[in-house]
């Protein structure tokens, strides 16, 4: 098992998963106000800005519906998506943010979507953009992805 977002989990267990974002400056200068957005599947519960233990930050936002999509196993999905505002990432160290979501019983592959841009960008900078899967496998051999069948 290569995947650098992989956990082992029972077949038909529900389980919170808290995960971490490090944004880091390689500028020339101090970036003002930067906004993470994170995207999950619309189908996603309990999704929120949280610690490093999982507890709930004290303004957690609600997840708000998007017209883009993610890709899954079975084709596009609808997403929903949550945003936090750093007001300063400076260029010696970096900013670490959580958060957490449901990952229900038969979820096998979740797509995850980050995005950081900060205002001081110019228009004809992209924001930065990072795709990524948490897969779910069976943690018995062959270690293959939970609720598959051979």
Same mark, same amino acid.
């Given at each position: 098992m290569d995947d650098p977002l992989a956990v082992m989990m029972e077949p038909g267990c529900a389980f919170e998963q808290v995960l *971490?974002?490090?944004?880091?400056?390689?500028?020339?200068?101090?970036?003002?106000?930067?906004?993470?957005?994170?995207?999950?599947?619309?189908?996603?519960? *309990?999704?929120?800005?949280?610690?490093?233990d999982g507890k709930p930050l004290d303004t957690p936002g609600t997840p708000i519906e998007t017209d883009e999509k993610l890709s899954r196993e079975s084709g596009e999905t609808p997403a929903v998506w949550i945003n936090k505002e750093i007001r300063r990432v400076s260029t010696r160290g970096g900013v670490v943010c959580h958060f957490k979501f449901l990952v229900e019983r038969n979820e096998r592959c979740l797509p995850i979507r980050i995005k950081a841009q900060c205002d001081e960008l110019p228009d004809d900078k992209e924001e930065e953009r990072q795709n990524f899967e948490l897969k779910i496998y069976n943690p018995t051999p062959p270690y293959d992805l939970r609720g598959t069948t051979l």
């Open positions: *971490q974002i490090g944004i880091h400056n390689d500028g020339d200068g101090a970036a003002g106000l930067t906004n993470i957005d994170v995207l999950l599947p619309a189908t996603i519960r *309990q999704f929120a800005w949280c610690d490093g």
